[in-house]
């Protein structure tokens, strides 16, 4: 079974953290919520959020994806971890995927993984970084980096993460659940 890792932040986007979790736990997959210090977190609209685990007990195994959610402060405070930083530049190095939605995208950049690469995020997130292509659609994938603009596509971005962990028929199969 596939695993994903979703680290969470004091002020992280509740719509994505939950739409993400919520579709690849749809697909059977399993994906892990951990929290900076494994304390629940106030999402950046209020919502209290209760992490599975901790992210030091997270980083002992070995995930096959790992999903950043964006909103504010909550990027600010994923970004300024290094903790996070060398996870994600350590997920790339080993080939596996590394995704980001809306303000998280900025991670991505910040960690050197975006130079020379099309990415997408929340409008201006990405403008300090001219060395990324940045593109309009709500979902773009560069190799095994794929990006998302925001809460409104987080259910996009979520089906994407899914087809890419365990193909398209189970996509379709989730996607037909949601009644879309």
Do not use: H
């Amino acid at each position: 079974m596939p695993s994903v890792l979703l680290p969470l932040a004091n002020g992280s986007e509740d719509l994505e953290a939950i739409t993400v979790l919520n579709i690849l736990r749809r697909a059977g997959i399993e994906a892990v919520s951990a929290s900076l210090d494994g304390q629940a977190i106030r999402g950046s609209r209020g919502t209290l959020l209760i992490p599975d685990t901790s992210l030091d007990e997270a980083l002992k195994r070995r995930f096959d994806m790992v999903v950043l959610p964006g909103g504010q402060p909550g990027t600010n405070n994923l970004k300024a971890d290094a903790r996070i930083i060398k996870l994600v530049q350590d997920m790339a190095a080993e080939g596996g995927y590394v995704c980001a939605i809306c303000a998280a995208p900025s991670i991505l950049a910040t960690a050197g993984l975006l130079d020379g690469k099309r990415a997408t995020s929340f409008p201006g997130a990405l403008n300090a970084f001219p060395r990324v292509s940045q593109q309009p659609q709500a979902v773009v994938e560069d190799g095994k980096l794929i990006t998302s603009r925001g809460p409104g596509t987080a259910m996009d971005f979520a089906l994407t993460l899914v087809e890419r962990l365990s193909g398209r028929s189970k996509r379709d199969e989730v996607e037909a659940g949601l009644v879309r």
